[in-house]
């Protein structure tokens, strides 16, 4: 195995086929990283830095499209969904997340290889465009946006999901004023763009867990009347 045309990520529970993919993809020069839960496939998509993923819908811990989601907050690394729902349902909702394309399960893998090869031309094409990392150090604020954990000077901080994910788009444009409207459509969505004691309450929160002042902040400065700004060091 050279892995001298790529690296793939196998994001599937059933061993037979990740077994299947393995030989074949290895067969054609690729090197292959397996996982079998979307959680675990998320964190080897930071760590191991694929060129494509593969990835089945039906996980043990939960759906793909969110696997999708979760990649698509950080990466814009191709992913080809490889699954046994036939509706046009799904893969509307599965392109919808983010995936790059849909390849239905029995397939044939002259078929898949195919499909692997043309998204991997477009990534070499468009390159890297507009990712953001999988975690984010912002003096001693560090935002690990593939495994949802955040830390203030390597010790963790235990946060609810909106709160994560509030401070997940702060951190995304630290240095930047983000206004209210892009945080609670961002966050709640566009229904609730107008919402501004949502972040009130939230941002209070934020700074209670932080250990952040907002007299002398460290970390989320207050924009009055325009929203907020993650602190970036001198």
Known sequence: MTGEAGR?????????????LRISLEAHGYAVVEAIRGADGVAKCATEQPDLVVLDLGLPDEDGKEVVRRIREWSQVPIL???VRQSEAEKVASLDAGADDYVVKPFGIAELL???RALMR????DGEPGG???AIVVGELTVDIARHTVSVAGEPVRLTRKEFELLRVLAQNAGRIVTHRQLLGEVWGKA?????HY??????QLRQKLADDPAEPRFIMNEPGVGY?????E
């Open 81 to 83: 969904v490889l699954s």
């Open 8 to 20: 793939i990520l196998i994001v599937d529970d059933e061993p037979q086929i990740r077994k299947f």
């Open 122 to 125: 477009g990534r070499r094409r």
């Open 192 to 196: 609730h763009e107008g919402d501004t």
């Open 132 to 134: 953001q990392e999988a």
């Open 114 to 116: 195919a499909r692997i």
């Open 229 to 233: 700004r993650l602190l970036t060091p």
């Open 199 to 204: 972040l009130r309450v939230f941002i209070g």
